[in-house]
T-cell receptor
Framework: DVKVTQSSRYLVKRTGEKVFLECVQD?????MFWYRQDPGLGLRLIYF???????EKGDIPEGYSVSREKKERFSLILESASTNQTSMYLC?????????????FGPGTRLTVL | SQQGEEDPQALSIQEGENATMNCSYK?????LQWYRQNSGRGLVHLIL?????REKHSGRLRVTLDTSKKSSSLLITASRAADTASYFC??????????FGQGTRLTINP
């Protein structure tokens, strides 16, 4: 079974703090994704990585950065957390093949910024 | 930008009834996927239908795809309380990325 794990289920941080969200997958997938999910807005792609040290901006990268030093791990960094970054953060992975594949999701991290 | 749009946004039915959710999209696709999300959890892949397929079944799930209308439907037959969840359609965009709709929240009443 593919397993995608996220470092925390719930996280509370203060405005201005640097926040790290970690995601690890155990299926040797090339692709990894970070989404945020907000009521009424669905899932929005923050960043995408298709290989180690490779990254691509998604739809809402402002205020975020990412790191992929190892194939299995993809980190999302909030450089200076703000209250509008309070959200559910979902990590996903998928293999890289010729066509679009199902993505495997972690359980999510519900982040609250006070 | 959101490609998939689900309809209805919320659906409440009695256990044992069938539930139908619809998804419309804007650009051409090579496949369309449906996912389920239980409250406060990650998404789970349910089914994938390719653009050259019109209908696909998986257990109590039936998915149809009409590429001429750019729409898909997900039918859950003989619903159970455990089917209570949000359901999302997703279409491919660019290299390996998916675009998710806003979801349909399905409630199954006992």
């Amino acid at each position: 079974d593919v397993k995608v794990t996220q470092s925390s289920r719930y996280l509370v941080k203060r405005t201005g703090e640097k926040v790290f969200l970690e995601c690890v997958q155990d299926m040797d997938h090339e692709n990894m994704f970070w989404y945020r999910q907000d009521p009424g807005l669905g899932l929005r792609l923050i960043y995408f990585s298709y290989d180690v040290k490779m990254k691509e901006k998604g739809d809402i990268p402002e205020g975020y950065s990412v790191s992929r030093e190892k194939k299995e791990r993809f980190s999302l960094i909030l450089e200076s957390a703000s209250t509008n970054q309070t959200s559910m953060y979902l990590c996903a992975s998928s293999p890289r093949t010729a066509s679009y594949n199902e993505q495997f999701f972690g359980p999510g991290t519900r982040l609250t910024v006070l | 930008s959101q490609q998939g749009e689900e309809d209805p946004q919320a659906l409440s039915i009695q256990e044992g009834e069938n539930a139908t959710m619809n998804c419309s999209y804007k650009t051409s696709i090579n496949n369309l996927q449906w996912y389920r999300q239980n409250s406060g959890r990650g998404l789970v892949h349910l089914i994938l239908i390719r653009s050259n397929e019109r209908e696909k079944h998986s257990g109590r799930l039936r998915v149809t795809l009409d590429t001429s209308k750019k729409s898909s439907s997900l039918l859950i037959t003989a619903s159970r309380a455990a089917d209570t969840a949000s359901y999302f359609c997703a279409t491919g965009r660019g290299a390996q990325k998916l675009v998710f709709g806003q979801g349909t929240r399905l409630t199954i009443n006992p």
